[in-house]
């Protein structure tokens, strides 16, 4: 589950430069594309999706029961995030995210999905062998913390709600939003502490 293997990119290098070549394709429209998802539908309207379930009771609550509608309510809305379900993270249970057919991903909240979840090997052991999985991934969950795998698909999506760090109570929702990962809300790894 890594990114070594240069032939993938090579090849889409390839592919673009002769798109280009032939005029088929504006690489400023690409890299528009590309920045649209990697920053205004990226990871952080997630980010503050989950800064705003920390901060407002209300919200979290509303989030938990119909994560739909209330993502909806704050603008994050399209393709791929037509049904969304929120799973907190708890001291007795720690969720991870799957699509184990394919790579169904909430594009809305978290954007572009990165390359190791639509990997085969990480597609089929997660469900398997999801403590050793998560381990190799860096984030070690304790025995005593269940864990339970989800399996995203066309009809529903997931978005993990991490746990909020300790030390953060004077944090505002844009300071606790850089505190939220893509990869935490797939529930491949924590909220990172506060520096």
């Known amino acids: 589950m890594t990114d070594d293997d240069p032939g993938p990119a090579l090849r889409t290098a390839a592919l673009e430069e002769l798109l280009v070549e032939r005029g088929l394709v504006d690489p400023a429209v690409v890299d528009g594309f590309v920045r649209t998802y990697e920053r205004d539908v990226g990871p952080l309207n997630g980010a503050t999706v989950v800064a705003r379930a920390w901060t407002d009771p209300q919200f979290r609550e509303w989030l938990l029961r119909d994560g739909t509608a209330a993502i909806a309510s704050l603008g994050f809305t399209g393709p791929q995030g037509e049904h969304m379900v929120v799973l907190e993270q708890t001291e007795q249970v720690h969720h991870v995210v799957v699509c184990t057919l394919c790579s169904c991903y909430p594009w809305p909240v ?86």
Not at 117 to 131: F, G, I, L, Q, T
Not at 148 to 170: I, K, M, N, Q
Not at 178 to 192: C, F, K, N, S, T
């Open 110 to 195: 978290l954007g572009l999905p990165p390359s190791w979840y639509k990997d085969p090997a990480y597609r089929a052991r997660v469900v398997r062998e999801p403590r050793t999985v998560l381990a190799e991934m860096g984030l070690d969950v304790p025995p005593e913390r269940r864990i339970e795998v989800w399996d995203s698909s066309a009809e529903v999506r997931y978005l993990v709600l991490p746990r909020r760090p300790a030390g953060t109570e004077g944090l505002t929702a844009e300071q606790l939003a850089g505190l939220v990962g893509r990869d935490a809300m797939v529930g491949v790894a924590e909220a990172v502490e506060p520096s």
